[in-house]
């Protein structure tokens, strides 16, 4: 019997027999003490500020300091060390409004300019303080531009050094869009270990509604640790090639069978589930992310269908739809109406394909309940909801929905490109029997000790093309296309979550097999997005125009994936990149890794990323 099947039959209690702080250290998400967050009443359609390429000056500032740990934990009942921010599974939410500078200081920072550049010299502040083993790490703002901070999009090797064990980094940079998104580390595949959390920045809003209810991180879950993980996936051992998640969370909880657990780690099968309360007759705000390392979720709320608003950092057209699919780093922006029988309880799941994907227990469950607008306290739901989940069929293309369901609000033509890329996406396995994920032939290796930034920074820069390091140098270009067709059969199902970063992109096709040279969905307004599915045998079509100088990776999303090579730079307006004013405190970082890593010498696992 499967574990949802074992808690709806009573095999497994249905009251949560551990504490919060049992399952997610210092996290409130997924309990009904989350607050609700704040409802922007602002019009797009008739501010004066260009939705696409203006930033309003809000001269406001939040501030976060993160301390990066290890923390031993049990979201789903099974006790593992993680890493965490804050102590806290998902890591604390950030939250701010369109323009704001994110901060690790109070006040706002000191900006001057130099050159036509604005670099701030007040610097989110992470401390790292993971021990027991130490090890690096970074953190990567997913979806945010950094169109005047480059240097702190969180990438090491590409931007910085990874922040060394004991010492701290200071990132700031600006709300430069709105919506939804979320943090991860981007050293390795350690983000799998605990260290995410969501992204909510406030802006105009397109469609109206009552209340927002804020992040729902839905994320697969491995027991095994990342690094073990990660050997396995880009090893020479065949039978560890592809990875397999063990549970599925919803806002980091979600039930486990303890009876299938053999190696003895402390086990709950009841840990508890994210609960979430509507007020009867409003409509809700909530914010899904995909968090995961691996898995295509399918998400969906019984009896209630939902209103798509945005997907990733886009605002569209509403549509209405009772199940989302989601890749890996995609998030999508929903409505709900509360107009169901108040008195009852229904289910909100979300559920790995296991056409596309290896999960052993793919199903999450949380549960809704109704409130009046007066309700308080957090009286959490004793009795099992009795709901029945929407019809679905799951998808065997490992794909997104339907371009043509998807318009953005505010429009963009597709132009002619000034230059196109081919990519061609493939797996090998190398002289030795280890696994290689390629981009055009070649797996990417990471150098964290040069990042590629402060690299091409330098005056007449020529040591950047290292064949591992994948370089491509856009030039001048201003408008660049990338075709990308999945080498592999589509008997794998192995499909891949592409993400840009500095940058959304048009997705003019995706399709099986190869792109007619011609195709493009809704031409004159194609969606937008920063991560788009590529499915198994078959290609995408992305456009994106090259306005931000810096080094911007494209990249699946799949952890393993990225580790065993699948991630090229893109070198975006060179000439410009050479005048940036890069902070001291990126060179001070990569000096403080370099001791570190001389006298402790780091085990690379993989490409390192």
């Known amino acids: 019997m499967s574990l949802v099947g074992k808690m709806l039959s009573g095999a497994i209690a249905f009251a949560a027999s551990l504490s919060q702080t049992q399952t997610n250290g210092n996290s409130i998400l997924g309990t009904l003490s989350a607050p609700a967050l704040s409802v922007s009443k602002v019009n797009p359609h008739v501010s004066s500020i260009d939705p696409i390429r203006g930033l309003p000056d809000t001269k406001r500032t939040v501030s976060y300091v993160f301390n990066v740990t290890r923390q031993v934990l049990s979201p789903d009942g099974y006790q593992k060390s ?139 879950m491995f ?145 809704i309940s109704y409130g009046s607008a007066n309700t308080t306290g957090a009286a959490k739901v004793t009795k099992k909801p009795s709901s029945v989940a929407w019809p679905f069929t799951y998808t065997t293309k490992c794909n997104n929905n339907p371009l043509n369901d998807t318009i953005p609000v505010f429009p963009i033509p597709v132009k002619a490109p000034t230059t196109t890329l081919y990519l061609g996406v493939n797996s090998s396995v190398n002289s030795t029997g280890h696994l290689l994920w390629t981009m055009n032939g070649r797996a990417f290796r990471d150098d964290d000790s040069n990042p590629i930034l402060e690299l091409a920074n330098q005056k007449n820069a020529t040591n950047i093309y290292d064949p591992y390091w994948n370089v491509y140098n856009l030039e001048s270009n201003s408008t660049v296309r990338l075709i990308v067709k999945n080498e592999q059969s589509a008997a794998t199902n192995i499909s891949h979550p592409f993400h840009i970063h500095g940058h959304d992109f048009q997705v003019l096709d995706e399709g099986d097999g190869a792109w007619d040279g ?72 990569c000096r403080a890794w370099k001791q570190y890593s001389n006298v402790k010498p780091v085990e690379v696992i993989g490409g390192g990323l």
């Open 223 to 367: 027991h095994t640790d990342y690094k073990t993980i990660v050997a396995g996936v880009t090893g020479n051992n065949p039978a560890r090639f592809a990875a397999r998640s063990d549970n599925n969370l919803i806002n980091g909880k979600m039930f486990s069978d303890c009876s299938l657990v053999t190696d003895g780690t402390p086990c709950t099968s009841n840990a508890g589930l994210s609960e979430f309360r509507l007020t009867r007759g409003k409509t809700h705000r909530l914010r899904v992310i995909n968090g995961g390392s691996a898995g295509l979720q399918h998400f969906s709320i019984d009896n209630h269908v939902m209103t798509i608003i945005a997907n990733d950092f886009v605002p569209i057209e509403p549509y209405q739809a009772t199940v989302l699919t989601m890749g890996i780093g995609q998030r999508t922006d929903i409505l709900v109406t509360a107009n169901q029988d108040p008195s009852s309880s229904y289910w909100m799941r979300s559920n790995i394909s296991t056409i596309c994907g290896l999960p052993n227990q793919p199903d999450s469950l949380a549960v």
């Open 518 to 589: 011609t195709t493009i969905i809704n031409a004159p307004n194609p969606q937008r997005r920063d991560t788009q599915m590529l499915r198994p045998g078959g290609y995408i079509v992305l456009q994106f125009e090259a306005d931000n100088p810096g080094v911007w990776p494209f990249h699946c999303h799949v952890a393993w994936h990225v580790s065993g090579g699948l991630y090229i730079n893109l070198l975006e307006q060179p000439q410009s990149i050479a005048q940036l004013r890069i902070p001291n405190g990126v060179s001070e970082s």
């Open 82 to 220: 993680m890493i965490v921010v804050n102590g806290a599974f998902p890591g604390p939410l950030i939250e701010a409004n369109w323009g704001d500078w994110i901060s690790g200081q109070l006040g706002a920072p000191k900006i001057y300019e130099e050159s036509g550049f604005i670099v701030p010299t007040d610097l989110v502040t992470v401390n790292n303080q993971i021990e027991s083993p130490s090890e690096g790490t970074s953190i990567h703002w997913h979806g945010l531009l950094q169109r005047e901070t480059p240097w702190y999009d969180g990438v090491p090797g590409g931007q910085q050094c990874p922040i060394a064990p004991g010492t701290s980094f200071k990132y700031i940079f600006r709300a430069d869009t709105w919506g939804t998104s979320w943090y991860h580390s981007h050293y390795s595949a350690q983000y799998t270990q605990g260290l995410v959390g969501p992204i909510v920045i406030h802006g105009p809003n397109h469609v109206p509604y009552d209340i927002d209810l804020g992040p729902v991180m839905v994320t697969d």
